[in-house]
Every structure is written in structure tokens, then in C-alpha cells.
């Protein structure tokens, strides 16, 4: 969101400085609000019907009108009003936002603002970074808070709970932390809670696919057909959740929210050299900056930094139903990078997926080229899409620290794996050539990464492992 300003302004350490410091608290509120109202591309209506401009009309204009147009504003203005930038308007997906998150940004910068805010530990804020500080504890932090994106009510009082709650019915996950007790609340009935390991699949079946996208290369165990079924899968998953348009503004605030914190870092901002906290990746600021407030950063944070925006226009392209229409045409969009831009980002997910979850992508998969169950809950079954469900193994086997897990309540057994059901089949689509589909998963590209640690305490700081 506020990376998405930076770019269209032109990129940079100065033009992030002036989104972090050049506007105040009103300016970007109204910017996040014209974003909302501005037309959308087809990757950011989900089951929303596809009516877009500024005449839009039924669901999707109630939709936008959730926000108001920036006839209906009082000064001052935005920034940059997104309706008049010419293309239609995105946000990353909410995997960014996730992937953000576990390093432990928000904590990190919670207890530097509160030390700014309360205190004279840090060295003193200079006049940009207090109005950063104002802009920061406006935007996200103020209870009740008077903007549109902000969600927090007396019926779910706690930001911080909003976004687990997202994140576990979306994508199936729990945050790696949980710093104050916080962000737990209610567990949700409903859940993608095989996500992951349906996506984990995908990224096999991608790996097989490069492996063997050149003639030389041997016999082509390539398999379309099963990348076409897990994407498919993956888009219902996701469309089941969002119908409707639900989670769109659980997305949007996290969205908000991570965007603003990783901006701060993504440069050597006012904030960073306020801060002494200069160094040539966001990670390394990050850890400098933790340091300083007695928190250490996930030691995967690089890793997370580099794969939040590949996962985001992974999922984004995947959800439009784009990739299921390239593979239909058997288009290799996402395994040949000669052939789409989306093969790239899937190999720069390959690259960094096992730096987080300690599990190899790249070597043979075990059990009959299954996935084990044991990657989201410990249940030790596994799922194959090419067959049916081996039998369970040891159900008392420990997933790995450095996996993803879905925290099971205590004295709960962990659930049986279920066969696994065909996907619904996708809406008939007329059918573009091949070469206009890998042109639409291009274009719906987002400018906008995975394993779960542990927590381990101190007196004096509180320490993510990996």
C-alpha cells in the first residue's frame, strides 16, 4: 500500500522519506481510503462481480463505497489520489502481510514507538521521525480511531487479534509470536488448515516442471495436469473464504499496517538513522533496531523480507484463475521462465521456502510423492493428488521446530486427514489464446515470504528461533 505510493512516485530512500514524514496522519488516511474506493483489477474482487471504473454498480460499488471518493473529502488531499494514477488499484495479498509479521516488525516497533513516545532510552527523535511517530501512532495505534480502514470495536477490540483471526481462516497459519498475550482470541471453526501443505505440493510439481522444461533434460516427468488441480484447489480455498468479499478489509488493514513498518526499514529512512540502524538489508535494520528495544527478529527474517512480495503475486495470480486458464492451454506459466514472468517468482519462492521450514523442495518427495499432513498439525498422515490416502503413520511424531504448525489446544488429539475431495471445477471461461493468458498473469502482477518459530523468553528480551 504505502510501498505501492513510494513506487509510483518513482522509488527510493527520499521519495519513502516523504511518505513516512512529508504528510500528515489525515493526508495518508485519505490516500488508504481512495484506494479502497478506486477501481480494481480483476485479481482484487474475488467473488465480487467484475464490474469495474468509476460507474461501477451492484455488490462490488457497495463494496468500494465503504470508503468515500475524494468528491466527499474535506482537505486536505492525498498524496496521490489512486483513481487518477491510470491503472486499476491493488494491494498485495494477505500472505504479505503474514510473512511481514513473523519477522516481528510490529513488536519491535510498538515498543520503539511507546519508548519515543514515554521515554528517553532511544536517542531523541528528530523532527521527521516525530512526525512518523504522530503519523504511526494515528493510523494504527489510536483506540478508537476515527479512519476508515481501522477495524478494532467493542466487538473485536484487539488489532492484533483481527489479524490472526485472518490469517488463520485464509492461509490456515499462527503467527511464530505472540509478544503481549494478545492476538489470540477466538479459534475459528472454519479454516484453511491444509493450505500450506497444498501449496507446498505445488511448489514440487513447479520444481518438476523446470527441472524438465528443456527437451535435453530426459524424460519429461513434468506433470500439468496435477500443477492445474493443486492451483485450482488452492483458488477454491481461498474464493470459499473471501465470498462474498469477506476478509477484504481484514486484508487491507493488515496490509496497511505491515506496509508502513516495512517501509520504514526497507531503506535507510529518517527512522533508520535516527535510529543508527543504517546497514544494506531490511533484516539487518530490523535486527539492529530489535536490539535496541530488547527484541530479537526471527533469525529468518531475510528470508520472510525476500518472499512477502513473491507469495503475494504467486497467490494474487493464482486466486484471479489466470495460472488454472494457462495450464488448461498447457501454457507452463509457472515453470518455464522463457515463457512467463510468473516462473520467476515461483523460482525465487523454491529458493527461499526451505531457508524458512527446513524442507527441502528440491530433492524427491517421499512416500509416493505425497506431502506429510504432519507439516500443518502433527497428525503424521500424508495426502497424495495423484492417488488416494496412505495410511496413518506414528500420530505422536514432533513436526519440526522450524515448520509451519498449526498449534493443536492442549490435550487435544490432533485431527484425522481427510481424503482428500476434488475441487470444484473452475467457471467456464471463454478460453483466450496462450499467449493472452501469459500476458494477463503479467499484468496482474502485484509489486508486493515461510516457516512458523518458536518462542523462547528471557528477563531482558524476547527471542524468535527458527
Not at 88 to 116: C, K
Not at 154 to 181: C, Q
Not at 269 to 286: G, K
Amino acid at each position: 500500500m504505502f510501498r505501492n505510493l513510494v513506487a509510483n512516485v518513482g522509488g527510493g530512500v527520499n521519495n519513502a522519506n516523504t511518505v513516512l514524514t512529508g504528510y500528515t496522519p489525515l493526508q495518508l488516511a485519505n490516500y488508504l481510503e481512495l484506494t479502497w474506493n478506486a477501481p480494481r483489477s480483476r485479481a482484487r474482487v474475488w467473488r465480487l462481480p467484475a464490474v469495474q471504473g468509476g460507474g461501477a454498480v451492484g455488490r462490488l460499488g457497495v463494496s468500494r463505497r465503504m470508503a468515500r471518493n475524494v468528491a466527499e473529502m474535506w482537505a486536505p488531499r492525498p498524496p496521490i489520489n489512486p483513481a487518477l494514477i491510470g491503472a486499476p488499484t491493488f494491494w498485495s495479498h494477505l500472505i504479505y502481510a503474514y510473512m511481514i509479521e513473523n519477522t516481528g516488525i510490529v513488536e519491535i516497533f510498538r515498543r520503539v514507538l511507546q519508548s519515543w513516545i514515554s521515554d528517553e532510552k532511544l536517542p531523541p527523535p528528530s523532527i521527521e521521525t516525530q512526525y512518523w511517530i504522530r503519523a504511526s501512532e494515528d493510523l494504527f495505534f489510536k483506540n478508537p480511531s476515527p479512519y476508515f480502514h481501522s477495524l478494532a470495536s467493542s466487538l473485536r477490540p484487539d488489532p492484533d487479534s483481527i489479524r490472526v483471526n485472518a490469517y488463520k481462516r485464509l492461509l490456515g497459519v499462527e503467527l511464530g509470536h505472540n509478544f503481549t498475550g494478545n492476538g489470540t482470541g477466538r479459534a475459528p471453526a472454519i479454516a484453511n488448515t491444509e493450505f500450506m501443505m497444498v501449496f507446498e505440493r505445488l511448489l514440487h510439481e513447479v520444481w518438476n516442471g523446470y527441472v524438465y522444461r528443456a527437451p535435453a533434460a530426459g524424460p519429461n516427468a513434468a506433470d500439468v495436469q496435477a500443477m492445474e488441480y493443486l492451483c485450482r484447489t488452492l483458488r477454491c480455498m481461498m474464493l470459499d473464504r473471501r465470498t462474498n468479499g469477506a476478509l477484504m478489509r481484514e486484508e487491507f488493514e493488515a496490509v496497511s499496517l505491515l506496509s508502513w513498518f516495512h517501509l520504514a526499514v526497507e531503506y535507510d529512512t529518517f527512522i533508520v538513522d535516527n535510529l543508527d540502524a543504517q546497514s544494506t538489508r531490511a533484516a539487518s535494520r530490523l535486527h539492529r533496531i530489535g536490539a535496541l528495544v530488547g527484541v530479537t527478529p526471527a533469525a529468518a527474517s531475510d528470508a520472510y523480507f525476500q518472499l512477502a512480495d513473491a507469495l503475494s503475486t504467486a497467490l494474487i495470480s493464482i486466486e484471479s484463475g489466470l495460472v488454472e486458464l494457462a495450464l488448461q492451454a498447457n501454457v507452463p506459466a509457472l515453470s518455464d521462465p522463457a515463457v512467463s514472468p510468473l516462473a520467476n517468482v515461483f523460482q525465487t519462492i523454491i529458493t527461499y521456502w526451505p531457508l524458512m521450514t527446513g524442507r527441502a523442495l528440491k530433492a524427491p518427495l517421499a512416500t509416493g510423492w505425497a506431502v506429510p499432513v504432519q507439516f500443518l498439525g502433527g497428525s503424521g498422515g500424508s495426502i497424495n493428488v495423484r492417488g488416494e490416502l496412505p495410511a496413518p503413520t506414528d500420530a505422536t511424531a514432533a513436526a519440526p521446530s522450524n515448520v509451519y504448525a498449526i498449534q493443536q489446544p492442549t490435550g487435544a488429539a490432533a485431527p484425522a486427514p481427510a481424503k482428500a475431495a476434488a475441487a470444484p471445477a473452475p467457471a467456464t471461461v471463454n478460453g483466450p489464446p496462450a499467449q493472452r493468458i501469459v500476458k494477463l498473469i503479467a499484468e496482474n502482477r502485484s509489486s508486493s515470504f515461510v516457516g512458523i518459530n518458536r518462542v523462547a523468553r528471557t528477563e531482558t528480551t524476547t527471542q524468535l528461533i527458527s
